[in-house]
């Protein structure tokens, strides 16, 4: 069975081909996928698709793109929600210095707010961060060009009991037996396996087999044309969509690039998603 550790199933471009995606699912053994909302606006749809179909992991979080539009009373809805549905993990949540500092220009929709700066990310980072500890749950981070950031304030404060991911893991090689030390996941992805992802792929050689998750991040991230094996239209903006049944061209990359057979690498990441989501 392959588990997709983090995706956005409930994503509009996505809404489209659920049938379909539900349909390759099940014949390629994907009995799990971990849906995350990333805003108050998204978390009703994740909890309509978990009670739609049985490989939907629920997830709920604020994610740093969408801490300045968040209402009042986030925290409290957030909360709610997770006692609401014991499954549920925290996420997506994190810091993202690259949506401040390296985004190109118009990269959100006209008359979006502006991106919070990187203090107001992370005031909604912490108290999401004690939730997942508070309620044992595991926690879905993502994380832009703030990796010193991050080390730092998981170093600071507890954790949860379970672990955490971080989600397409794009820190360096080095900091991978620190991270694993704190009691962090990684979930390779896809998109990894472009020519140009080297550093990535350098982390992901030394990743402990006991820490490794596959994740696609769809609609998000697409694999490089070689490995595609799922193509779906672009989007109305044109941007490409990934397919979550591209998960298994991702776990076939992944074994390619440790040298461990796919059935070794497919049971030890069940292993892993068992023990972090349950």
């Keep these: ?3 997709d550790a983090h995706n956005h199933l409930q994503d509009d ?3 489209s081909h659920l049938d379909e995606i539900a349909t390759e699912a099940d ?18 749809r994740v909890a309509v698709l978990a009670e739609r179909f049985a490989f939907v992991r629920p997830s709920y979080g604020l994610h740093p793109w969408d801490v300045a539009g968040r209402s009042p009373h986030w925290l409290e809805t957030l909360r709610a929600r997770l006692v609401a549905d014991p499954r549920a993990a925290v996420g997506e949540i994190g810091i993202d210095r690259w949506i401040l500092e390296s985004a190109p ?33 595991p926690a879905s981070i993502h994380c832009l060009q703030a990796w010193g950031h991050l080390d730092e304030l998981l170093r600071s404060r507890p954790l949860p009991r ?43 050689r030394v990743v402990p087999a006991d820490r490794l998750l596959v994740e696609t991040d769809a609609p998000a991230m697409p694999l490089p044309a070689p490995w595609l094996t799922h193509p779906l239209p672009a989007s109305p903006e044109g941007k490409p969509v990934n397919h979550p049944a591209n998960l ?7 074994a390619q690039l440790r040298g461990v057979p796919e059935a070794e690498l497919t049971a030890q990441v069940a292993a892993n998603f068992a023990r972090l989501f349950g």
């Excluded at 053994?29 to 606006?41: K, P, Y």
């Excluded at 298994?248 to 992944?254: I, M, Q, S, V």
Aim: proline share 7%; charged share 15%; aromatic share 14%.
């Design 162 to 204: 379970r672990g955490f991911l971080l989600h397409a893991y794009g820190g360096s090689a080095e900091m991978v037996p620190g991270f694993a030390q704190l009691g962090a996941y990684f979930s390779f992805n896809g998109s990894f396996l472009a020519e140009k992802k080297t550093r990535q792929r350098a982390a992901f």
């Design 27 to 44: 014949r390629l053994d994907i009995d799990a996928m971990v849906v995350n909302g990333t805003a108050e606006t998204d978390w009703p």
């Design 105 to 137: 220009a118009g990269y959100f929709p006209a008359g979006s707010p502006p991106p919070a700066p990187l203090a107001e990310q992370i005031a909604c980072f912490l108290p999401q961060l004690a939730l997942a500890v508070e309620l044992d749950r």
């Design 248 to 254: 298994a061209a991702t776990y076939r990359g992944l």
């Design 13 to 15: 471009w996505l809404a």
């Design 1 to 3: 069975m392959l588990r």
